[in-house]
């Protein structure tokens, strides 16, 4: 079936350094991925999202990269700060007519 | 709760016992969802319905059942067959045909626990 994998699982950064999370989808029909951000307890919140059409985008301190070829999409987060730290999802839209999630990856930065 | 709520925010079930968990959405979306979250095992969907009075299975529906009588309303039945149903569940919700495009709403989720 469809999948989404998404790596790493958790990952501890010092204030001001880069964070970076991987996805790889198996659908090559997916044409939509976003990227989600949930605090403890709190809804998933959408951040930033990219279509099949585009290679990259950018929002202030986050990005994405999509690399359709590789069936691969990324989340870049530059300057980060203590609140960036959450739970993060990547998703792909899957043939079914829903998102399709990764497993998450546990952000946390350091003061 | 941006349009979308969810209730109660936490739940107990004694064994052998069946919930409903309630989810109403005021955003004239047609389509919607329910996802199971257990820690390390992200979302999981377990029905979804596109349409008023249509539904279908997702991935983990064994347990669980729905109904779709408006389109405002989604509830959720956690079934005395779900053997482990602790768990947080999230409601979302989207417009026809734009799941593709912008994603989904989320409720704020219902913390059930069995005691």
């Known amino acids: 079936g469809e999948n989404v994998e998404q790596h790493p699982s958790t990952l501890s950064v010092q204030e001001g350094d880069s964070a970076v999370i991987k996805c790889t989808y198996s659908?090559?029909?997916?044409?939509?991925f976003p990227w989600y951000k949930q605090e403890l307890g709190k809804r998933p919140q959408l951040i930033i999202d990219?279509?099949?059409?585009?290679g990259e985008k950018k929002d202030q301190r986050i990005a994405v990269t999509l690399n359709k070829t590789a069936k691969h999409f990324s989340l870049h987060i530059t300057e980060t700060q203590p609140e960036d730290s959450a739970v993060y999802f990547c998703?792909?839209?899957?043939?079914?007519?829903?998102?399709?999630f990764g497993k998450g990856t546990k952000l946390s930065v350091k003061p | 709760d941006g349009g979308i709520t969810q209730s109660p925010k936490y739940l107990f079930r004694k064994e052998g016992q069946n919930v409903t968990l309630s989810c109403e959405q005021n955003l004239n979306h047609d389509a919607m969802y329910w996802y199971r979250q257990d820690p390390g095992q992200g979302l999981r969907l377990i029905y979804y319905?596109?349409?008023?009075?249509?539904?279908q299975k997702g991935d983990i529906a064994e347990g669980y059942s729905v109904s779709r009588e408006k389109k405002e309303s989604f509830p959720l039945t956690v079934t005395s067959a779900q053997k482990n149903p602790t768990a947080f569940y999230l409601c979302?919700?989207?417009?026809?045909?734009?799941?593709?495009?912008?994603?989904?709403?989320f409720g704020s989720g219902t913390r059930l626990t069995v005691v």
């Open positions: 998703a792909a839209f899957g043939s079914q007519g829903n998102l399709i």
């Open positions: 319905s596109q349409i008023v009075n249509d539904f």
């Open positions: 659908d090559s029909a997916s044409n939509y």
């Open positions: 990219i279509r099949s059409n585009v």
């Open positions: 979302a919700s989207s417009a026809a045909g734009t799941a593709a495009y912008y994603g989904y709403t």
